[in-house]
């Protein structure tokens, strides 16, 4: 699967508002899924890392962003 691909669906699968983004709570989800339980503790920091708009939110090129940095 291409990260592109991935991203789309992680952002279908965990975007549970439907808005486009992904909330603090939506993304720390996200993270947990992906690393486990003991991800939800680096969660903030993550988001703080690749929320480059502040508007406390991961829009789908900033997760992007964060699947290029972390290799996930």
Request: aromatic share 10%.
């Amino acid at each position: 699967m291409k990260r592109e691909e991935l991203v789309d669906v992680l952002m279908k699968e965990f975007d549970r508002k439907g808005d486009g983004v992904l909330s603090r709570g939506e993304f720390r989800e996200l993270v947990k899924y992906l690393i486990g339980e003991h991800g939800i503790r680096i969660s903030s920091r993550i988001f703080e890392q690749f929320d480059h708009n502040h508007d406390n939110a991961i829009t789908r090129d900033e997760l992007l962003e964060l699947i290029d940095e972390y290799w996930l």
